[in-house]
């Protein structure tokens, strides 16, 4: 793991039991259970902080002694102890302001070498160096001595980063025996293939590769009698068939194809979407002022050479203006760069405890400013990042990647392109991208004295300013220059303007004695004396409310959110939100919308855990997860007629949350607060709030489904299967399940659908729950039929139908019955198609479920056709179409525009069939949707 010629490191590993071996190879012991698994945690995540109460949680689940937190204190001493390198006395283990972490060079961990290693492999294979990825892959497998944190229990955190680190794993062996089969080594993979099959018998790619190495070791009866074991699984287990993947495997081998017996298939081609050009550069500084020499230098760094324009690493402490000199420079430069600008904050150095994953910032921010739809962002990591290195690769583009918190977060996030520019703003130096990506280092000091009372002049005015010049200069001094701090001073002076400026300067000189350094990377800035001497000028309401805003899960908030922190109406707290804003502790970017600046979030976090107790902090956190609760499960019932909670009676709130009028209203609040509400479920995790995380994530389902947010939706319903496994929910779990496997089959990974669709099955067996084995066995019906197995659809459509009849459960019945009525019609059975879809059009138009009922007018359209009655039919989407419009579906609408196309083309109505067609096509398009493509080739080869 060391680089060559390297000094001797301490090691530390969890692939496998958790060790951590001496520089001179002597495996070191760790003390208790309980401290390995608070080491354990700290290295689940190497360098990330963890406050007390998340260590407390992650080692008691949930249930800790009243001697929990002076216990963890206890463990840390320990482990302190015995980490200590001989040769130096800096404890492995660092304290922070309200936590821990470990503090090491990540290379030293296993995983991290581990997911180096995989993600240089995946480099040199999308350069077609197979080798040099099989060497990486391989050298990455070889770190593994068994499961991660072998003998600790699984739950929280160690479970989430084990089943991560698994994935990975099963994907590495997966890409090895690709490149051995290409090599011709098809003979040692077989018994490998078998054990992995063992090991994880539902994943149908080692499948596919067991039956190729059969086939070309001349064993081709085992191969077709291995496809009928994996055939008989599934039946058992999940009830389905092959996908058509390995369905069109096995006739290949029937067939003797030479080409598959000697040679390995070429991997399919990723869309390359049209190109958009982004402008995502946030608002520049109104009020930047010097700094002309790294203005200068930034334009040398960057713009010297026309053909190369580079990364540029900003560095500096909290707060000394780093993002304000990249985003003037952005401005003022970004018309050298015409194909547009990206933008993202990396959080790095925020008031979370994890920094943004590079994969999210990919999926949420920098794919769809390159025009990407959802549905055509890959589910991989590794693919995403490969496709935006793709999507960069010809443009010149800006891309401004702010608070990085490491090069391992910045690095995948470099584009394409070395004529594209790079600004990267971080309070680390992040040696690693300047060594390994040839990265400029640009060092921010503080601005010198005369740039600082620029400043103050600016927003001053120079009479004033230059009327006390005494004052000015002590000013300065007592912010120590930090720009932070001076717009603070400046807009404290602003809003007085009869008081004197030594008077300000004196009352800030006072409060130095009173509080301690800011918790910053540089103590001298002393940001916290400025920050303090504000807080504490604030009314008793605005005090309170600003320490309240500070536990937000996020850092834009809403007046209705805030109002839910503080326990009290809006209209009431509009007064403190007014107070915050004039005393710069609060930014108002749009109405009755706030944002508040990391390092003030940071300081409102210390605030509260001073001066207010744990019960009060607890009170605060359930009040915003209530709001967001109890408005996201409105949202969902506007939105989905047949949308009901887990647990009705689960939710007990004292506040009074936003109303939403209707499904259009409730949309609308979703796309507002969609990161938000991500941030919320994360949060509720992170602070044990595990049924708010996993009722949070059921109510978003609905709303993310039809934003086409699948990548989201995975994402939640992962955590949500964590905390039901954690509370013993079953019936949780299988709906988590349930919206998983939703997911991936908009990902068109079946495989994976089909897994999750088993699970959730089991779990609703075992919490007894009909309704709910109905709505899985629904989306087994809706996967054969995309998968093409329309008769496969027909058993599941009908057990749906019998579980929902015999429960009080009418809207489950309607869905039953427009399911197999759909499928008598695909298997051209359409009179008994259309006796169905009547049955469930009465019980949708009963209940005014306008989805419901769209979907089924659809269905009626579609058996209608088949009968050749067309004006019947058109009728039939016509009113599908009136109520898709109505709710706002737009991939429903584009599927019936389609289909009345079909039907005025089969009558002779040419023009308005393709100006139907084209209509379509403007809507997939826009989502994404894989029938885009099908659409377009069609219009094409009619015209």
């Known amino acids: 793991m060391d680089p060559a010629g390297a000094a001797p490191v301490m090691r530390y590993q969890l692939l496998g039991p958790v060790e951590v071996w001496s520089a001179d190879g002597e495996r070191m012991a760790l003390g208790t259970p309980m401290q390995v698994r608070l080491l354990a945690v700290l290295m689940s995540d190497p360098g990330t902080g963890w406050s007390i109460d998340q260590l407390v949680d992650e080692l008691w689940q949930g249930r800790p002694p009243k001697t929990a937190a002076g216990n963890v204190k206890t463990y840390v001493w320990a482990l302190r102890r015995a980490l200590r390198s001989p040769g130096s006395p800096d404890p492995a283990i660092l304290a922070g302001p309200t936590g821990y972490r470990l503090a090491l060079d990540a290379r030293t961990v ?38 991660p944190f072998a003998g600790l229990p699984g739950w929280g955190a160690l479970l989430s980063v084990r089943a991560r680190l698994q994935e990975q794993r099963s994907s590495l062996l997966e890409e090895v025996a690709d490149l051995r089969l290409r090599a011709g080594r098809h003979h040692e993979l077989i018994e490998p293939l078998r054990s992995q099959i063992d090991d994880e018998p539902l994943r149908e790619r080692p499948w596919g590769q067991l039956m190729v190495a059969l086939a070309r ?68 500084p109104a009020l930047f002022t010097g700094r002309a020499g790294e203005l200068a230098r930034l334009t040398t760094l960057l713009l ?15 707060g000394v203006g780093k993002s304000w000199l990249a985003l003037r420079w952005a401005y003022d430069n970004q018309h050298h760069f015409p194909d547009g600008q990206l933008h993202v904050d990396l959080g790095g150095f925020g008031t979370a405890t994890r920094a943004a994953s590079p994969s999210a910032l990919v999926v949420r921010s920098l794919l769809p400013a390159l025009g990407v739809k959802p549905l055509e962002i890959p589910a991989e990591p590794a693919a995403q990042f490969a496709l935006y290195r793709s999507l960069t690769a010809d443009r010149r ?93 400046a807009a404290r002076a602003a809003a007085r303007p009869t008081f004197p400026l030594q008077a300000i300067a004196d009352d800030l000189a006072a409060s130095r004695s009173a509080l301690a350094a800011l918790v910053t990377d540089d103590a001298a800035t002393d940001v ?18 600003f320490r309240q805003i500070s536990l937000h899960p996020a850092a834009d908030v809403s007046a209705a959110a805030a109002g839910s922190l503080a ?118 995790v992170a602070h044990s709030f595990d049924a708010h995380a996993g009722h949070l994530a059921q109510a978003l389902t609905p709303l993310l489904s039809r934003l086409s947010q699948w990548h989201d939706l995975a994402a939640v319903q992962a955590v949500a299967v964590t905390v039901a496994r954690r509370r013993a929910d079953p019936r949780a779990e299988a709906l988590a399940h349930r919206d998983l496997a939703l997911a991936h089959i908009q990902h068109r990974r079946f495989g994976a659908a089909h897994d999750h669709l088993r699970r959730a ?50 809207l489950g019945e309607a869905a039953a019955l427009n399911a197999l009525g759909w499928t008598h019609a695909r298997l051209d059975e359409h009179t008994r198609a259309i ?41 039939c989407y016509r009113r599908a179409l009136a109520l898709y419009s109505d709710v706002q579906d737009q991939c429903g609408t584009a599927d019936t525009l389609v289909r009345l196309g079909d039907i005025h083309q089969a009558v002779g109505n040419h023009d308005t069939s393709v100006d139907l067609w084209r209509q379509a096509l403007v809507i997939l398009d826009r989502v994404g949707h894989p029938q885009a493509t099908v659409l377009s080739e069609r219009l094409a080869a009619y015209r």
């Open 567 to 684: 326990g009290a109406p809006p209209h009431l707290i509009r007064p403190a939100l007014d107070e915050l804003t004039r005393a710069n502790l609060l930014a108002e970017p749009s109405p009755d919308r706030f944002r508040c600046h990391d390092l003030l979030r940071a300081y409102g976090q210390e605030l509260t855990y001073a001066l207010d107790c744990p019960a009060e902090r607890r009170a605060i956190r359930r009040r915003v997860f209530d709001h967001y609760l109890c408005v996201a499960r409105d949202a969902a019932r506007l939105v989905d007629a047949g949308w009901q909670p887990l647990d009705p009676s689960s939710l007990h709130t004292d506040t009074a949350p936003l109303a939403l009028a209707d499904h259009r209203a409730a949309l609308a609040w979703f796309t507002i607060e969609q990161r938000v509400l991500l941030a919320a479920v994360d949060d509720a």
């Open 304 to 318: 010297d050479d026309p053909g190369s324009a580079g990364t540029v690493v900003i560095t500096g402490t909290g």
């Open 835 to 875: 006796d169905y879809c009547e049955q469930a059009l009465a019980l949708y138009e009963e209940a005014e479920d306008r989805l419901g009922a769209a979907h089924t007018w659809d269905s009626l359209g579609f058996a209608y056709h088949g009968l050749g009655i067309h004006p019947r039919a058109a009728d």
């Open 528 to 545: 916290r004396t400025v920050l303090s001497w504000s807080y504490r000028l604030l009314s008793v309401d605005a005090a309170r409310l």
């Open 397 to 489: 583009l800006l891309v401004l990647l702010d608070n990085a918190r490491d090069a391992e977060q910045v690095r995948p996030l470099l584009p394409g392109s070395t004529r594209c520019g790079v600004l990267v703003t971080s309070r680390h130096t992040l040696t690693g991208l300047v060594a390994a990506e040839g990265a400029h280092p640009l060092a921010l000091d503080l601005p010198n004295d005369d740039e600082a009372r620029q400043l103050l002049v600016r927003r001053l005015g120079a009479r004033r300013t230059a009327s006390q010049p005494a004052a000015v200069d002590e000013l300065i001094i007592r912010t120590a220059r930090l720009p932070l701090a001076l717009s603070i001073v």
């Open 110 to 147: 296993d995983s991290v070498a581990f997911d180096d290693l995989a993600q240089r492999g995946y480099s040199a294979l999308r350069k077609g160096h197979r080798s040099a990825a099989q060497e990486s892959f391989e050298a990455a497998l070889a770190l593994w001595r068994g499961e």
């Open 761 to 810: 099955m089991a779990r609703y067996d075992q919490a007894g729950d009909r309704p709910g084995k109905a709505s899985a066995h629904l989306h087994l019906a809706w996967l054969a039929d995309i998968e093409g197995d329309v008769a496969a659809a027909l058993p599941h459509a009908r057990a749906a139908l019998a579980l929902a009849s015999s429960t009080d459960d009418p």
């Open 217 to 284: 070791a001349g064993r081709r009866a085992d191969a077709l009698a291995t496809y009928r074991q994996l055939r008989q699984l599934l039946a058992d287990e999940v009830g389905v068939e092959p996908g058509p993947d390995l369905q069109h495997l096995h006739t290949r081998i029937l067939r003797a194809e030479r080409e598959l017996l000697t040679s390995q298939e070429r991997p399919p081609e990723t869309p390359t979407p049209q190109a958009v050009v982004p402008r995502q550069l946030p608002a520049p």
